[in-house]
C-alpha cells in the first residue's frame, strides 16, 4: 500500500507485471473455455504435446477470426 501512495497505481502495476498476469489469466481461461479444464492424456510426456497443440489450434482460431484492417485514402 505505501508503494502505490508513493508511486501511484499505474507504476505499481508496472513493476509487479500486474498487466502481463492478467492477460495470461485471461488466456488460460480462454483455454479451458475452449478445451475443458483437464487434459485426456495420462504420461507427462503426451500431456505437454496434447497441451502445445491446444495452444496452437488456440492462436490459429484466433488468428483466422481477426478481422483484416483495410485502411483507404479518399
Known sequence: MRQI???GL???KETIG???RSLVETAIHRLKASFGDRLKNR????QKAE???RSKLLNAVVTFSMPIAISCSI
Open 51 to 53: 497441451a502445445a497443440l
Open 5 to 7: 501512495r508513493r508511486e
Open 43 to 46: 504420461t507427462i510426456f503426451n
Open 18 to 20: 500486474y498487466h502481463r
Open 10 to 12: 499505474k507504476a505499481w
